[in-house]
């Protein structure tokens, strides 16, 4: 089989348009994605409308749990890292991108599932059980085998890190897509990953980043200025 994973489109719309084109051209037999489609971008609700006209298959991501969740719950949750980025996102970054979808596509996301599975292929977010932790690329084999080993899957799949990545471990291979927009790694263009008959191959995408820096200028989203700086270096800095 041969499959497309997307992950982290993050309400950017021209690089989800590039790279629907770009998947169009391998022809896939089927796409899926990995959630955080719509929270800081600048179009979310034309990004959901173009996943759900697409028929993507898929689960939902933190920042589009945060959507629905009561602020006061999510803040109140014990966090291992990066605190002040889950504040401004829940409760800054959430309540404006929440009002840009309405409640309709907001019930659609609701009922995305946290994870999916198919053949010997495991799908989630970030972890099986936890929606804002993940192993990363500075990690060893262990935090990768701890946190995908119990869900019995020859391949595992996630998002969330923004760092493409392949790691292949004993009885296991755990791969991320990297992040359709806000990428980390230091490679501003897209990326997704492409699976052909256990084979990965993780794709970058090009498309025109000033432009899609200009319409996240002009958008009501707090910290637009901070989004749009990790949008141009690709790389992670705290909110402003």
Excluded at 113 to 139: G, N, Q, Y
Aim: hydrophobic share 40%; proline share 5%; charged share 25%.
């Amino acid at each position: 089989m041969r499959f497309a994973i997307v992950s982290d489109v993050h309400g950017n719309l021209t690089a989800l348009e590039a790279v629907i084109a770009d998947i169009e051209q391998q022809a896939p037999d089927a796409v899926y994605h990995l959630g955080d489609l719509v929270a800081n971008g600048a179009r979310p609700a034309e990004v959901f409308d173009r996943v759900r006209a697409a028929d993507w298959q898929g689960v939902y991501g933190n920042t589009d749990e945060m959507l629905w969740l009561p602020i006061a719950d999510q803040l109140a949750r014990p966090v291992a890292e990066r605190q002040f980025l889950r504040q401004v996102l829940i409760s800054e970054i959430g309540p404006v991108t929440r009002e840009l979808i309405g409640e309709e596509r907001l019930s659609y996301l609701k009922s995305l599932p946290l994870t999916m599975r198919f053949e010997s292929v495991f799908l989630c977010h970030a972890s099986p059980t936890d929606l804002w932790l993940a192993p990363r690329e500075k990690d060893g084999d262990d935090r990768f085998a701890e946190t995908y080993g119990s869900v019995g899957a020859k391949t595992v799949i996630y998002g969330h890190i923004h760092f493409p990545l392949v790691r292949n471990l004993k009885d296991m291979m755990v791969i991320n897509t990297g992040a359709v927009s806000l990428s980390y790694d230091g490679d501003w263009r897209a990326s997704y990953l492409l699976f052909d008959s256990g084979r990965p191959s993780l794709r970058r995408v090009e498309y025109d980043r000033d432009r899609e820096e200009r319409a996240l200028l002009q958008s009501p989203l707090p910290h637009r200025e901070w989004l749009a700086q990790i949008l141009r270096t690709a790389r992670y800095s705290d909110p402003f």
